[in-house]
Every structure is written in structure tokens, then in C-alpha cells.
């Protein structure tokens, strides 16, 4: 079985999520690579030393300059005359292709999968991960999108993958590229955090949560997260939010500070090496699933944490 994995960059380098749905696709046969964009020759150089991977397609046009799902998935639609399966990270690019694909190509997507149990069978969160669901597909062509977390980052050095251009389909002037406005910040995305804090509601405004928060995670070197709470509240922007509708982290240390614990929220952090939760409340749910609890007012404990680091 040959399986297309699209590789998820920013246009100079290859990131983490497509590491983890290297080794998902791995399990499925030989691991072929798309890197589709404009002026990605170094990002296919980059492709090709990811350790398992045989060859890797580089679709060098302007069309693919901003990873428009309308323009690339007739391009992934193309190659998948030579593949059985196409494998993308479950990422706002990933989810945004791949139903397309699968569209195209009339078969049914499996998302976000955490297991490959064979080549046709695999398993996947339903109930906002409280189940556990083994899919079966009789398909011929498959589609599917990869749960980061679930799975080991393939080595990024050890391959000596083919590199081979392919032709564009080109711009199929559906939609177009007007603006971005990328957040930017000196502390590690939450994707490929080490160490997350995460506040909630309980910091009551965006001021606490900024003098609360994130002087802790400036100390630990940590990413910065919230619960949807928080952000509905304006707290914090869109792109710190953990949970079933924000991102799927698994840190080695996480750390919910004011975070009550809905299963929404715990949908996106539970696979966390070691939860610590900081709480007034003795009953909240996120101590059910911390490994380290701490009954206080987090406005107290946490500056005097800070303070002791």
C-alpha cells in the first residue's frame, strides 16, 4: 500500500504535526510526501531526511503559495491515482483539505484517528474522547486525518527520500488569498510545547490572566493556553484555546490554573504526561484527571509559585 502524506510547513520548515502522521502512515505501507506551495525546494530537501520516507512529491507552484483547499485537493486528487491512501494531520490546513479529497474522490474520511489497527481498520474519539470508536472502511481509496498527539514524531534525519516535481492543476479561482494575521509570540506553539499553563474563567479578566499566567510560563519556559471559557470571555485570542473546538495538546508537564475541568476541555489535554491542576474549588473535575492537585486561590498560590521558581 502506498500512502500521500501531506506535509504541513510555513513555507522554510516542515512542522511537528507532520512528523507524527509520518509514523500513522507508516503503519498503512511506504510513506510517499506532498509538499505543495510556492518556492518550496528547500522544504522538500527538508521532506526527504524524515526518517521512513521513500519519495517525496513537490508541487512548486504559485496557486499552492497559502495552501488553498480548493487548489490543492484536485492536485491531491491527481496523485492519488498512483496512491491508496491519503494521510494528512488533523490541523486547520488538514481538515480543510481532506473532506475535499474525499469528496472528489466519493469515499468516506476518517477522522482524527489515534490507532492503526490494520490496513483498513482503525480507531478514533467519538464523545468528545470519553469513547473510543474501531472504524472499519471498505473503501479503495482511503482518507484520513492523523491526531498528533497519539502517535511518535518520526526522526527528522536518517532518510534519503526521491525527490520528484510533479505538475500543478493550478488555480481553480474558487477562492482567494487575501490577508493573514499571524499571532507572534517568543513562547513555543502549543502544539510542540513541553511545558503548557493554561488559565480559565477564575482570572476573571484579561489583565489577571496576563499577570498571572503568563509570568509562571515565562519561568518554566512554557507554552500559553486557555479553556473556551476564557476565551469567550476575551481573556485571551482564539489561538491559545485547548479543547475539543481549540487544540489537542500532550505536553510533558500541563499545568490548568482557575480550569474547572469541562469535558470539552479535557478532550484536549488528557493525553498530558503529568496534569497539574490549581483550583478552589475541592470538586471540580479537573482534579479527576490531574496527577497533581492543589485546593487554593489561585491568586495567591500561583504568584507565590512564581515567585519560588
Known amino acids: 500500500m502506498k500512502t500521500l502524506v501531506w506535509v504541513e510547513h510555513d513555507g522554510a520548515v516542515v512542522k511537528d504535526a507532520t512528523l507524527a502522521t509520518v509514523t500513522a502512515a507508516s503503519k498503512l505501507g511506504d510513506v510517499h510526501l506532498l509538499v505543495a506551495g510556492h518556492n518550496v525546494g528547500a522544504v522538500g530537501d527538508q521532506a526527504a531526511k524524515i526518517a521512513g520516507v521513500a519519495k517525496v512529491h513537490v508541487a512548486d507552484d504559485a496557486a499552492y ?29 488538514g481538515k480543510n483539505i481532506a473532506p475535499r479529497v474525499a469528496a472528489l474522490l466519493d469515499v468516506m474520511q476518517i477522522s482524527d ?33 492523523v491526531r ?36 507572534k509570540s517568543e513562547r513555543p506553539e502549543l502544539t510542540s510545547a513541553k511545558v503548557i499553563v493554561s488559565g480559565g474563567r477564575a482570572l476573571q479578566n484579561s489583565e489577571n490572566f496576563h499577570t498571572i499566567i503568563e509570568p509562571l510560563a515565562d519561568k518554566l519556559g512554557a507554552g500559553v493556553g486557555a479553556s473556551r471559557a476564557a476565551v469567550d470571555a476575551g481573556y485571551v485570542p482564539n489561538d491559545y484555546q485547548v479543547g475539543q473546538t481549540g487544540k489537542i495538546v500532550a505536553p510533558e508537564v500541563y499545568i490548568a490554573v482557575g480550569i474547572s475541568g469541562a469535558i470539552q476541555h479535557l478532550a484536549g489535554m488528557k493525553d498530558s504526561k503529568t496534569i497539574i491542576a490549581i483550583n478552589k474549588d475541592e470538586d471540580a473535575p479537573i482534579f479527576q484527571v490531574a496527577d497533581i492537585g492543589l485546593v487554593g486561590d489561585l491568586f495567591k498560590v500561583v504568584p507565590e509559585l512564581t515567585e519560588k521558581l
Request: charged residues 15%; aromatic residues 6%.
Open 148 to 183: 498528533g498527539t497519539a502517535f511518535e514524531k518520526a526522526a527528522t534525519e536518517g532518510g534519503s527520500a526521491a525527490i520528484e516535481a510533479v505538475a500543478g492543476t493550478g488555480d481553480t479561482g474558487k477562492s482567494n488569498f487575501v490577508s493573514a494575521e499571524i499571532a
Open 113 to 145: 484517528i489515534l490507532s492503526v489497527e490494520s490496513a483498513d481498520t482503525f480507531t478514533r474519539p467519538i464523545y468528545a474522547g470519553n469513547a473510543i470508536a474501531t472504524v472499519q472502511t471498505s473503501d479503495k481509496k482511503l482518507v484520513i486525518t
Open 65 to 93: 503559495a497559502h495552501a488553498l483547499a480548493e487548489n490543492v485537493a484536485p492536485l491531491v486528487v491527481e496523485l492519488m491515482g498512483h496512491h491508496d491512501a491519503f494521510v494528512a494531520p488533523a490541523t486547520t490546513h
